[in-house]
């Protein structure tokens, strides 16, 4: 049975907020997901899931210290997150603040890892993002977010499924 997980650093409680937004999403498109601080993920459990979402407060226009460690720790496993589905969110005190160059940062970690990103033609194209705490837009972003992650991961593992 595929899962997925969705990570988040969060002070603030906004990160956090979006974090449940996208789980609660992937969960009722029928992909059991957990959701959880990056703090109390190691990373030899990233590889039993089949969708790995990241999320984080911008700092500096980076992602914050605790992701940038567990995406750090994954180097000596490299390879063992290859063809899983992956996806980024991130929050901000200001539109200007780096959002999307915090999503960006934790994107090409994924795609190193060969990592499967779940991109989106509509509204927000590299992950949610929220300026201070997330209102009803950001939150219908971040449904939209799991819904499509939680779809590709499913599609994926039925079609493993089918080869063997």
């Known amino acids: 049975m595929p899962k997925g997980i969705v990570l988040y650093y969060s002070r603030s409680g ?3 907020e979006m974090a449940e937004a996208i789980a609660k999403a992937m969960n009722d498109s029928g992909l059991n997901t957990e959701c959880t601080s990056v703090e109390k993920v190691h990373p030899d459990d990233l590889p039993e899931y089949d ?3 990241i999320g984080s407060p911008c700092y500096y226009g980076q992602m914050a210290a605790p992701v ?9 496993r490299h390879g063992q997150l290859n063809g899983k589905v992956g996806g980024a969110f991130a929050s901000s005190a200001n539109i200007g603040g780096g959002s999307e160059t915090t999503m960006i940062g934790i994107l090409q970690a994924m795609l190193i890892a060969g990592m499967i990103l779940q991109g989106d033609p509509q509204g927000s194209h590299y992950g949610p993002l929220s300026i201070g705490k997330p209102d009803e837009k950001v939150k219908k972003q971040c449904e939209r977010r799991g819904q499509r992650i939680a779809a590709l991961a499913l ?8 080869e063997k």
Not at 68 to 76: H, N, R, S, T
Not at 155 to 162: I, M, T, V, Y
């Open 14 to 16: 906004n990160t956090q």
């Open 51 to 53: 969708a790995i979402v």
């Open 68 to 76: 940038k460690q567990l995406i750090d720790d994954l180097v000596g």
């Open 155 to 162: 599609r994926l593992a039925k079609s493993e499924e089918s």
